[in-house]
């Protein structure tokens, strides 16, 4: 994955002030976040490939002719990967989106000298005359989205003119729309504050090269969406993407743990006569159904508006189920 992310990233190289170095900076800064969202596939094949090894060198025979039961055997592999899952869920939660705000922070700035992103202070940009800052930037149904924006005018002498201050900047049939405004024009004298309600700003700023500083959400951490969803909510505003990111990323480790103890009895049945390649096989054919079937699920729920906590709670439940099934049949 970083492979090809990497040689993705090469064809940008020459663009502004991104050079090969920066390339793989900006690369390593999104490994945590790779992890973090392969760690549950690796787990699946990695169960299945451990557990295939011992059952065909009769290791696991062993262990059942001194009295351990196969239901022992899937709990430990289980076991081991939560501790695993633990550390991951962990990563996910600090390293992995911060690298990714890194990631885009280097490599907007290397490929737009007008443009610049701070963990502290948010966006900056520059349109001709004016400089524009704005706390954080999303996508929302669709629609750009900036918030706490300010935007300060310039003379071409480089004297400041005028502030702008808007809790919101929305691009909307190509011009920023601003809303609950209050400017402040700066004469020889003195300061006219004005408020508005709503104003458009006439702006030639770039909506593509502004919406890279929006991270998605299924790359930010389950405090950053929880804080935008309180916020999407207080304003009324649509917070179906955010939700479902929420939860999608705290059944994310649950899901693993079923999954692995759903697939355990492979290992006890037909994969004892294969080799590491069947082995490896069957474990991708599925994690890929169990990803595809889960994000069928997820987005069945996103458009008729069922619950998201039992829809992602709903696979976990019925790969437990299958897999108890299967052990309290063959002890």
Known sequence: DVLLALINEFEDIGSGDYTLLGALVYVAYTVPRRIHELFGSAALIGTLVGLG???????????????????????????????????????????????????QSLEVQAKHRDYALSRETG?????????????????NSGRLEMRDVRLYFFEPSGRLNAISQADIALHEDGAWRLENVRRFDFGDTQIEPSVKDTETWASTLDPEIVSQGAIRERYQSM????????????NRLNTQAVESAFWARLFTPLTTLALVFAVTPFAFGALRSGGAGKRLFMGIVIAVSAYFAQRALINLADVYGYSLPLINALPVIVLVVIGWHYYRRHA
């Open 223 to 234: 405090a950053a969406l929880w804080d935008s969803y309180r916020y999407l909510k207080a």
């Open 53 to 103: 090894v011992l059952a065909s060198h009769g290791e696991i025979t062993a262990l059942r002719a001194a009295g351990l039961a196969k239901r022992r055997i899937a709990l430990s592999s289980v076991a081991t990967v939560a501790a695993l899952a633990l550390a991951i869920f962990v990563l996910g939660e600090t390293l992995a989106p911060e690298g990714e705000r890194w990631a």
């Open 123 to 139: 966006m900056w940009a520059r349109d001709r005359e004016t400089v524009v800052n704005a706390k954080s930037v999303l996508v």
